[in-house]
């Protein structure tokens, strides 16, 4: 590799991202009209399968952005808490990553799509006890597992904490949602279990379960989420504390990882349709994360069939246009640039 061309290497790796949000005006009234766009959307169905999460109301709506210098934006019922659900996968690798290095998480808990629903059993039999990606339950419960930790009281505490930093205030655990699916998280646990057996789960399968259960419950607003999505944007910086909570290697990766299987068997489409790293969540959260810019958060109960918020992916859908977020977009820069 002769001089000159290792300096371009050089520089080509100080670039993360390409562009810049628009001004926060045009951020505001984007977000008013994509909320006014998709309030009307009615299909979908409110998750029930954990008993608490029957009683959201299915019109609640909100967005929210946050940039990657911490400015905040929000519209629709952004103040409304729910629980982070699966969105809190994503951040819990990032911690797990933090400890033990990116390319180990990998060999533990995977990063391929399985191309099976979140809870799928026959997932884990047909890739040799595999967890396969940390973004479904198999690969959530042995990334939890690999928490710092000695007891599973030391393990929640790293999930709340950690997490906490994340969004920039203490999250609290919703009781009646945590309770309610502690109750009914049979398959969960069975999961957790078939790990054991295979060898795959670093930590007491029951104990486990139960600080995922936990992990899940924590409360957030869309602004929380979009918050800990623009630390994940800001190079593991959290842009309104100014406190680091990961390395910017560590973000790289889980937004890959993201990427790849962050909206359930939908991850591909979603890839297609809006060209960006996000997480959903059964309680009807999405996180969509555009490096280098921000955190964009939607919140909406009902859902489609593999468990991704309607109005959440058509809001993002427009939004990741709108804004010009998608990582795979390009305009001509030798024509547009002016000279
Ligand atoms: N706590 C939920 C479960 O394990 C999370 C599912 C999700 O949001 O995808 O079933």
New binding site residues.
Partial sequence: MTGNRSAAVRDTAQLVSTGRLPDGRRIDALLAEAHGLFAGETSGIVAD??PALAAADPTWSALSVAEANGARHSVGDALVEFSI???SKAFVFALVCQQIGHRRAAELVGVNNTGLP??SVTAIELNDGHPMNPMV?AG?LATTALMPGATPGAKWNAVQDGLSAFAGRRLELDIAVYES?AAT?LR?KSIARLLESYGRLAFDPLQTTDV??KQ?SLNVTTEDLAVMGATLADGGVNPVTGVRVVDAEVCQHVLAAMAASGL?ERSGEWLYDIGLPGK????GGILTIAPGKGGLATFSPPLDPA?NSVRGVLATTWLSRTLGLNLFASADVHRTETP
Avoid: L, P, R
């Avoid at 959903?280 to 309680?283: A, F, L, R, T, Y």
């Fill in positions: 399968y954990i659900q699966s969105i979140f809870n339950n959530a699916e998280n969960n995922y259960t899940c359930y959903s969540g059964v309680s468990g």
